[in-house]
């Protein structure tokens, strides 16, 4: 284990360390603060073992999301009579909420309570601790999250192959000979479900050594740009794509799987008739070039496929993902090094027993299957705007601004309108948290630690690193006490704090017991250090984690405390067997429910290709919706245009500007034409439509918002996940 050099807890100089919270890269920064603890300057940390100094332009804007004058700094109350807000003291918001929500739970039951969790969830301590117990103190079923406008496809075909959907084997960047890339574009995104700092220079380090970068996608993106190969498809093809390799693969002899599977001969017919002549149509891919990346995938000393978020919100999403890991499987790179491995977390949280199980109940108006505890966010609306019972009347949204992330956010919009009761914990007053009756706001960042339990799952290479609070509280609650204290008021409790009652001490208290119990450790509480009890349980996780001091280990939260630029655990190694939950012991790679998907896939083929088709876009200086209020983001030209080929505004006859329609909806955009998109694709970026925003560089850079012209009632069938690639539209001049 290395471990880097280690300054006192206690920096005498105001220059201080902290891993950026701004996307999934964990880059270590070093922040400069005056006298009035405000961030000054912001370095990239040259000592951090994984980021190595990198820093992007979202990062070097740290201070600015940190000292916003736009952020909330105290609850706010809205009075529905006249729309107006007022500032209110932190027992009162509480005692409203404690009032209101109880009140709905007992008229109309649990499930006209609906929550909401937003992205930057996974980027706290507090989302990852203290959201289940908010979600277990509502009792509802009605849990949504931006995983399915997101993620959930490749969760859900992970849960079926290898039973955990946290089971995601993540491609060996730095050992790797060849990577094939589908729908992802690290060098604007920072990577995503697949954490690795300096992305872009990890992908130069692959060529250099000799190994292969393909790109796949309907963009020439920065990405596509810097590849040995760049290949148009068309969105929402890559399922075909992968399917004419599996075939391949097969055809040729080239299969070389190297762990123990079951299904292969299924998978085998199932690639029958998915010849690469047959793809070739569909994707715009030749036949030749998909036979010619089966051989290189199956000749290179090591190999990965990764896919990201173009191939998740897509109409077969969860095949694309499952087909991503069957041809690593099929290749033998799965659990191999160089290939695609599993990171070890150091802080061990709940470990699954059980195989993983999709579709244990279903939303009440279109009958989707549940994933992961959660429901479609695509049918929020439906479930608040249908009577009858279990309608959701009350909503609770953390962190997120689904108006704007998710589909029909027109109709999301107007659903929010009508609600009985709102809450929203948000820095932000926003297109969503407008609708809120109560917005409870939580620290800066540099109030808060920062752990990051859920990235570091994914991780290209085993890191651990811990970020203190670098700035007091004062005399407000933090982040875990916001939640913990959301999660009494719901129950009818509000728990004000007193001098000698804490509620958060109580609450860690219990689940520091109850682990220690189930451990066999209760005699060990007196060892877990830490100033507060989140501290401790963090202390806990990693003292029961796979370095653990109590697992044969030496780490603990000491370790990290006294190496705060971050300890380096070592490259991924092969854990397949520490991380396989099915029920028969082997890599289930012939899920039924993904078996029975390819009749859609296969009915599509008969089906005509639309004309024009909208995808969405990442840019190096945005993360969803929530940074387009820091003005060195913002900067430059407009960001929010409709890029697409000149063939295309000369075919139609466009100009300047066009109007966009969808099934869903209409928009008037400005065009970017660009020979880097594909024709017949036109994309637009997401997260933009701040017009009349109380956020004021928002309101300026208004855009215009993407979900206006997505369909909720379109999803991948098999995950409920948002289809936000392959939008039929037409257009027509402005």
Request: with cysteine; proline share 7%.
């Amino acid at each position: 284990m290395t471990t880097s050099a280690s300054p006192s807890r206690t920096v005498a100089s105001r220059n201080l360390l902290r891993t950026c919270p701004l996307c999934e890269a964990v880059c270590g920064l070093e922040l400069t603060l005056d006298a009035q603890d405000r961030v000054t300057a912001v370095r990239g940390d040259k000592q951090d073992p994984f980021s190595g100094g990198f820093l992007c332009p979202k990062g070097a804007s740290f201070g600015n999301l940190d000292g916003d004058p736009d952020r909330l700094t105290e609850p706010l109350i809205r009075d529905r009579a006249t729309g107006s807000w007022r500032s209110a003291g932190w027992d009162e918001a509480f005692d409203l909420i404690a009032e209101r929500i109880p009140a709905i739970r007992s008229e109309y039951g649990n499930q006209s309570v609906a929550l909401y969790l937003g992205n930057p969830n996974a980027h706290t301590v507090a989302g990852t601790l203290y959201a289940p117990a908010l979600i277990r103190a509502l009792g509802t079923r009605n849990l949504y999250s931006a995983s399915t406008a997101d993620q959930m496809p490749k969760q859900l075909a992970c849960g079926l192959l290898f039973g955990d959907p946290l089971a995601v084997p993540v491609p060996d960047l730095d050992r790797t000979d060849y990577l094939l890339m589908l729908g992802a574009n690290p060098l604007e995104s920072n990577g995503s479900i697949c954490t690795a700092p300096d992305f872009p220079g990890r992908l130069r380090a692959l060529r250099a050594r000799g190994g292969r970068l393909v790109v796949v996608d309907p963009r020439r993106t920065r990405t596509a740009a810097v590849a040995d190969e760049h290949l148009f498809v068309r969105p929402g093809a890559d399922a075909y794509l992968l399917f004419g390799i599996v075939h391949t693969l097969f055809d040729e002899g080239l299969t070389a799987v190297g762990v123990e599977v079951a299904g292969l001969d299924e998978v085998r017919a199932a690639a029958r008739e998915f010849t690469p002549e047959v793809v070739a149509g569909r994707t715009g891919v030749p036949a030749e070039t998909v036979r010619r990346l089966a051989r290189e995938l199956a000749a290179a000393p090591t190999a990965a496929v990764y896919a990201r978020i173009g191939t998740c919100t897509a109409e077969f999403g969860t095949l694309t993902q499952w087909l991503v890991d069957v041809l690593n499987v099929l290749t033998g790179n799965l659990d191999r090094a160089g290939g695609v491995m599993f990171a070890a977390a150091a802080a061990r949280g709940v470990v699954r027993t059980k195989p993983f199980r999709a579709g244990r109940w279903r939303s009440r108006v279109r009958d989707l299957p549940e994933a992961m505890g959660e429901l479609p966010v695509a049918t929020l609306g439906d479930e608040i705007t249908t009577p009858g019972a279990g309608q959701v009347r009350a909503v609770i949204t953390v962190a997120g601004n689904p108006v704007l992330s998710a589909p029909s956010g027109t109709r999301l919009d107007e659903a929010f309108a009508g609600l009985d009761f709102m809450v929203s914990v948000d820095r932000y007053l926003n297109e969503t948290t407008r609708h809120a009756d109560v917005i409870l706001p939580p620290p800066r960042p540099v109030q808060s630690p920062h752990y990051d339990f859920a990235l570091l799952q994914f991780a290209v290479r085993n890191y651990a690193r811990y970020s203190p609070p670098l700035v007091a509280l004062g005399d407000r609650p933090s982040e875990a006490a916001v939640y913990v204290r959301l999660g009494a008021a719901v129950s009818g409790q509000p728990h004000n704090p007193t001098a000698d009652f804490d509620p958060l001490v109580v609450f860690d208290e219990f689940v520091l017991g109850d682990t220690l119990n189930r451990a066999g450790l209760a005699e060990r509480r007196q060892d877990l250090i830490g100033s507060t009890t989140t501290e401790q349980r963090l202390d806990l996780m990693l003292r029961l984690g796979p370095y653990g001091e109590w697992n044969g280990g030496d780490l603990n939260l000491r370790t990290l405390l006294d190496n705060p630029h971050g300890i380096d655990l070592g490259p991924l190694r092969p854990r397949l067997s520490e991380v396989l939950r099915t029920s028969s012991g082997k890599v289930e790679l012939a899920p039924p429910l993904l078996l029975a998907d390819i009749d859609r896939l296969r009915a599509a083929l008969a089906t005509a290709t639309p004309d024009l088709v909208l995808i969405g876009r990442r840019h190096l200086r945005s993360n969803n919706s929530w940074m387009h209020n820091m003005p060195r983001l913002v900067s430059g030209t407009n960001r929010c245009t409709l890029q697409i080929h000149p063939d295309d505004i000369a075919r139609l006859g466009l100009r300047d500007h066009a109007i966009v329609k969808s099934a869903a909806g209409s928009l008037t955009v400005p065009l970017e034409p660009t020979d880097t998109i594909m024709p017949g694709v036109v994309s637009l970026p997401h997260g933009w439509g701040h017009a009349g925003s109380a956020q004021q560089v928002a309101a300026e850079h208004a855009g215009v918002n993407a979900n206006a012209l997505t369909d909720d009632s379109v999803l991948d069938v098999p995950s409920g996940n948002a289809v936000f690639n392959g939008v039929p539209v037409t257009l027509t001049p402005a």
